[in-house]
């Protein structure tokens, strides 16, 4: 299996290098070629239908005009197609492609020296200088007479009266013929490609689903929405849930682990180290003699039951998201079954999970440093494809950055080969770099930081770290305001006006959000002490029942800006986000107002989202469109459609007066009218 | 041959993903190693002496500690060096070696999870959390057992003494033990590498002569130095310069080319195209019936007198550079014995020089396309053998930008693999990037924009990129304010100030510099015409007689400045550089005076600079001098002598008055002394 690996994992190194087959006629150097993720070890990402603008350094020695291709393929196909590059200053060249259905692409670029070009540019110079050009002729009749013999049919028959008009006509005719459009074209078609250079590497695109780059996620534990509260719910129990999720606007149901719970050191309600009798325990704590991470809690259902509530969930055109948490409870099979994927500890227990002096005695650690990793590897990636057989796509991940990157770049490339249109989201809140890395390694999605990025400065500086830096290319952000794990401390003290806030800014600065769906509904603020970020009477380790309809719950404005959010493609996607300058009216920054605007990639849809982040206080601030990024003058006249208001403004010019109270609404989401 | 040239071009690629032996407990992750140039196709380049500073992005899946090696060696070693990398922050490491003598050397991170050091401070935490850790000991002895079977001898017996404590003793004495230094210690010289990750290239460093790094260069032409006025100079002649220039402080004489010159279409003076009878030519238009670029010409002398020049030199501290430009005159003897190493015209002329509709009918351009293009550059490369032979190591290469990139990278590393003490200064007056090409190429030195650079702001701007980019690793700038091509306008209009301003600036900006020397000295600055940068009576096309004690040269301020140079190594490299804030008093900062520090690696000579750039008036203003840099307090007294000047003074805190009048010295050069 060694070498299976290792051919799946490097397939693209075959083609690296390639072009060693060494030819010193080779006179054109292309580098920094882009996108390329660590020389092309990693793909770029791209979603079905988005483009991908390829950049490149092309230069030759000389003076001679270059002519540049960018070719581009899906890794299955024999062939290649082409686009022509072109100049963009400084001896960099760009060319872009769409991308298809979900799968695996790669581009190469090419380009040479082109000596028709060449030739006929320098023949005007001279035919202006007054100078005598026959000898000119002669020599671009020999370049042409060359293009004809790797032509056929008219294209070789044209060249070749073309060959003899620069040869005989007169000069005035004969030069007029070797600027002809035609000839261009047709030399253009015929290329002498014979000391092309291409660039060292055949570089990697991944394209994903559009759901990869566009999702909302509605997370909820089924085992709490019984028919009768008190009980134990079950998939069955949950399928009413789906119109009313899916009217809310919600594609992706994320469910936690669904897997039978161990009871061996079961932790009790609010994290207790004891559990009483009929405690459920946490369903992270996976595995029981009943099965484990290709079994279901019995209490939630058959795997028949699974299926028909994944089924109906896709007619309400919502997806359900798997939690796979690769960890063991003491009661999981594998740890009789593959005692070697465990780390043993001398009085004959396994190592349980521990971060020194605390313990987690209720959940044993896989080791990836076992020596039967391979059949680990497979294993793991079999639940997966378990659960993908039985109906699933989307994946989220718990804690990924506790498993080894290794593994992830393999098991995830393998899955998708298969299962082009599978979406892994990377749940770690971890540091940068390995954030990054597991993003590089194949994860569609990734959590960020924006739960604890809650200043403008703080919002403007991580948006644009992750739109403009390299991370652009691969990593997807998933913004969400809130998790099981996570009740912020600006959500434990600022009421209703602060949810509002955060959703607003999730759903509209990031394509991918979601949420911890009731607890957020319904403003869910007490923490189980104070300082700290969970949840009093955490829904990990206890059965709730919910009163969606209670006072105060926000499902009307997560319901608007959701459908906002379908009806606008400038909210679909992510990195083509401009922060706009908000003044306070005395010439500095506001703090508490930030905007930004976002446009569609055809341009057609603008959308200018401002947010007041005091929850408590009207704040109102001079707002400056940036209109000279559209070609308009600043004292263009417009409208913006305030989508969640339902109201109209003309503005005159760049500069307009905007005033948010929290207390209403938050938020303005401008449609952006610009040729009203 | 064409195998040949890519086993050679391309060595370093057989280490390239030598990684590729996958094992799945690799757990570290290696990334981002600097310096990488180009994903490690082109060496990082440092002279003997230096040290090689290696930056690494290195982390795991989890918390464990990770230990982290860089390995270096020259390549021509079979085992390896290994130091160890300390993390520097945000998951970086670093570490550095020292480069010896000139030769080419290579580089290799390398990390794995430590157990052992795990396990020490998790047993730490525990021992200060009042926990139990008899098992915990067992654990570590399980991990220091293995480490015995790894060690022999003493070593051997001591970690079993060891394990044995950890296992048998009273619990505090057995942590005791766990946190010998000696037990660390032995522990890293018997590390578990089982699971190490190497990062997936091995990196090369070329390591260059000191003088590739720090150079003084006077370029002149051996025919005006003939004993007689009038006469045509020789080798033998031009001894007589030696000891002067060498006084100077000048330690290269580069010569423009010796070679024999074509009378075909030979250009006259002041470039005109028909040349009188006894006009000399320029000797760029190489190549007569009496032999080409392996020839001399025969007024300048014999081999022998050739070899007795360059050896005389030696003996007076100066190397002879010459000047290398691929190109021909029509008399050449290559057009006949190889006819298609040109590029031939229908009328059975060969393709002359152009620029269209410009003309340069005595120079023949090299056909880099040529099939022939192997024995092409077999004969070009024996150019540089030849003259290597005859006791030449440097190389000035006339407008390499109009030669095959690939044939520098090929030849370059070819010659320097026979001589790793030859240097090769690129004359490319071309496109950054271009520039940026020839130097990853090869190139010890590059000729750059200095000339072009006069305003503080440019200035400022331009050695900020060459010392903080990436081309600091393998682009070493020599600055020259004048060549035979360039006068600038700067020297044509503001006489004796202005050679002195941009002497200085050449000389203290970068460690390599130089001057097309008579003229320079003598301040020559006549153009051929207004508005154009090309000397009149240019010496390229004729013989002159330079009177060097003409009144109003500056060679006693040249002199001082190469001597100051000499005595300071932190004028001998050039990528240290911090511009200072210089205040014109208004609390702007001042447009006309320029200052810089810079310091030695060990940080002991520190020097500063500061440059009156207007050369007709004087110009003061308050200078802060970075004291915080060196670890000082803002009101720390400290002296500064000035080594033009020859005066010491006492400055009291970090802002100090400077003044400076350019009719007597337009610059200080400071030597601080900071704990004086």
């Known amino acids: 299996m060694t070498d299976l690996l290792m051919s799946e994992m490097f397939y693209h190194l075959e083609s690296t290098f390639q072009n060693q087959i060494f030819d010193g006629r080779r006179r054109v150097i292309i580098e920094r070629v882009s996108p390329e993720i660590d020389c092309g070890r990693y793909a770029a990402k791209r979603v079905s239908g988005e483009s991908v603008r390829v950049g490149a ?17 899906r890794v299955e196909d024999s062939g290649w197609s082409a686009v022509a590059m072109e100049p963009a200053g400084n ?45 000119e002729l002669q020599i671009g009749a020999l370049i042409v007479e060359k293009a004809a013999s790797r032509a056929s049919g008219r294209d070789a028959r044209r060249l070749l009266e073309l060959v003899s008009i620069l040869n005989n006509a007169d000069q005035e005719v004969a030069v007029e ?54 009980e134990h719910g079950s998939f069955n129990d949950c399928r009413r849930m789906l119109p009313l999720i899916g009217r809310m606007g919600f594609d992706v149901i994320y469910l936690p682990p669904v897997h039978p719970i161990g009871k061996t050191k079961r932790k009790g309600r609010n994290n207790s180290l004891v559990a009483a009798a009929d405690d459920p325990g946490s369903c992270w704590a996976i595995g029981s003699p009943e099965g484990g991470h290709t079994a279901l809690h019995p209490e939630l259902g058959s795997i028949d039951d699974f299926r028909g509530f994944v089924s109906e969930a896709a007619d309400h055109g919502i997806s359900i998201a798997l939690d796979i948490a690769f960890q063991c409870s003491p009661d999981h099979p594998w740890v009789k079954e593959h005692p070697k994927w465990f780390r043993w500890r001398p009085d004959g227990t396994v190592q349980f999970a521990e971060n020194p002096p605390k313990r987690y005695e209720d959940i044993l650690p896989i080791d990836f440093e076992t020596e039967e990793w391979e059949s680990l590897w497979t294993e793991l990636k079999n639940v997966f494809l378990f659960w993908i057989d039985k109906g699933v796509k989307i994946f989220r991940v718990d804690n990924p950055h506790t498993k080894a990157f290794l593994f992830w770049d393999w098991a995830i490339d393998a899955i998708r080969r298969e299962h082009p249109d599978t979406v892994f989201l990377a749940e770690a809140f971890t540091r940068p770099k390995v954030m990054a890395r597991l993003a590089k390694g194949g994860y569609s999605q990734s959590y960020t930081y924006f739960t604890w990025r809650n200043t403008k400065h703080d919002l403007q500086e991580y948006l644009t770290e992750l739109t403009t830096s390299e991370l652009s290319e691969y990593m997807r952000p998933n913004f969400w305001p809130n998790t099981p794990d996570i009740l912020h401390e600006e959500l434990q003290h600022h009421g209703r006006p602060m949810f509002l806030i955060r959703m607003v ?21 007490e923490p189980v002490m104070e300082g700290k970020e969970e ?42 986000v401009t922060f706009v300058r908000i003044d306070s009216g005395d010439g500095h920054e506001h703090d508490m107002l930030i905007g930004y605007v976002k446009k569609s ?58 005033s948010l109270n929290p207390a209403s609404t938050p938020a303005h989401i401008f449609n952006v009218l610009l040729h009203s």
């Open 57 to 73: 350094d092309i230069f030759g020695d000389g003076a001679d005009t270059i002519t540049a291709v960018l070719n581009y393929r």
């Open 91 to 135: 001896d960099r060249w760009e060319g872009s492609f769409i991308v298809g259905e979900p799968g695996r692409m790669e581009f190469c670029v090419e380009a040479w020296i082109d000596h028709f070009v060449t030739w006929k540019s320098g023949l005007r110079k001279k035919v202006d200088a007054g100078q005598d050009v026959s000898l």
């Open 177 to 230: 013929a070797a600027e002809l459009g035609e000839l261009l074209r047709l030399m253009h078609t015929y290329p002498d490609k014979s000391a092309a250079t291409r660039y060292n590497k055949v570089l990697p695109v991944q394209v994903d689903p559009k759901i990869a780059g566009f999702s909302t996620w509605y997370e909820l534990f089924p085992r709490s929405w019984a028919k009768r509260p008190g």
């Open 505 to 525: 800014l999730a759903a509209t600065l990031s394509s991918n959000y979601g949420m911890y769906g009731p607890a957020y509904e319904l403003c869910e603020n």
């Open 535 to 576: 949840y009093l009477h955490s829904e990990k380790y206890e059965i709730k029942a919910w009163d969606m309809d209670r006072p105060g719950n926000i499902r009307a404005e997560i319901t608007a800006v959701n459908h906002i959010r379908r009806a606008n493609p400038a909210l679909q996607q992510t990195n083509d």
């Open 601 to 658: 990639a055809d341009g057609t849809n603008v959308i200018l989202t401002v947010v007041n982040l005091d929850p408590h206080r009207t704040q109102g601030g001079w707002l400056r469109f940036p209109l000279e990024q559209f070609g308009l003058s600043f004292d263009h006249r417009f409208q913006v459609e305030d989508l969640l208001a339902g109201r109209t403004y003309e503005w005159d010019g760049e500069w307009n007066f905007v």
